[in-house]
């Protein structure tokens, strides 16, 4: 069992930064990729950003390309997303998950549906 508990969520306004994180506990070690991801009202989620933890490759949804990194800091067993320019279309509720598969990559990371989720936390953009 992995938990993972999202935080760093809050109101900002367009082209603010914002850095999310997620701390993981339980058999941690069992994991090897985790991703972030949003759900709108009315949306369905969808994906932002992946990392293959045993290698470092990550993968970015379009929509955020150049403007979101996701990074790992392995002795906190931590995971982050950077918002850099943040857009009110970026508003959401961010999760984080994690899983172990038998190989990856940041794209394989991306596509695959985890078992491990955490509560979220809420972005706000304002125009």
């Known amino acids: 069992q992995v938990d993972l508990v999202e935080s760093g969520g809050g109101s900002v306004q367009s082209g603010g930064s914002l850095k999310l994180s997620c701390a993981a506990s339980?058999?941690?070690?069992?994991?090897?990729?985790m991703g972030w991801f949003r759900q709108a009202p009315g949306e369905e989620r969808e994906g932002v950003a992946a990392?293959?933890?045993?290698?470092?490759?990550?993968y970015y949804a379009d929509s955020v390309k150049g403007r979101f990194t996701i990074s790992q800091d392995n002795a906190k067993n931590t995971l982050y997303l950077q918002m850099d320019s943040l857009k009110p279309e970026d508003t959401a509720m961010y999760y984080c998950?994690?899983?172990?598969?038998?190989w990856g990559s940041g794209s394989y990371c991306y596509t695959v549906n985890y078992r491990y989720w955490g509560q979220g936390t809420q972005v706000t953009v304002s125009s």
């Open positions: 339980g058999y941690t070690y069992s994991t090897n990729c």
């Open positions: 998950a994690a899983d172990f598969f038998l």
């Open positions: 990392i293959y933890t045993s290698g470092g490759s990550t």
